[in-house]
């Protein structure tokens, strides 16, 4: 059996326990959302974020998550844009845009890259040892 890291562990308990005020204001635009009529949905909230923590955290495919949680891959697929979209729609998770980052370091990281070729022991063209039978011996 595989070992969780310890605090991806602990994330996935804080948000099954439900408690801050940013899950509340989740649940409440989640809730908002939904359809009043129709069809439950199979994933509640909190199963929805955990999909999405297994996804950014331990790069696991949506097939692999979509079978953990016994749904369709595009239903997962589905779920994490959402997630991700209201995430970005808080303002709390978002990133610096490209003029920020342009502006803020100034300082460049030099990266070099050995692309020397390096010669490839191949066999001689008229070695007579590496063909197993002659082509007169087969039918």
Known sequence: MRQIPARVRDEKKDVRKGGGNTERK???EHAKNMRKSGRKP???MEDKLLATLEYLREYRTMAHIAVSYDIAESNIHATIRWVEN???RDGT???PGKKALLK????YDVVLVDATETPIERPQ???G???PARKSGTP
């Open 129 to 131: 040892g590496s063909i």
């Open 86 to 88: 209201t995430l970005v």
């Open 104 to 107: 803020g370091s100034g300082g």
């Open 26 to 28: 989740y649940a409440a």
């Open 125 to 127: 063209k008229n070695s």
């Open 93 to 95: 998770f978002s990133l």
């Open 42 to 44: 199979k994933l509640c």
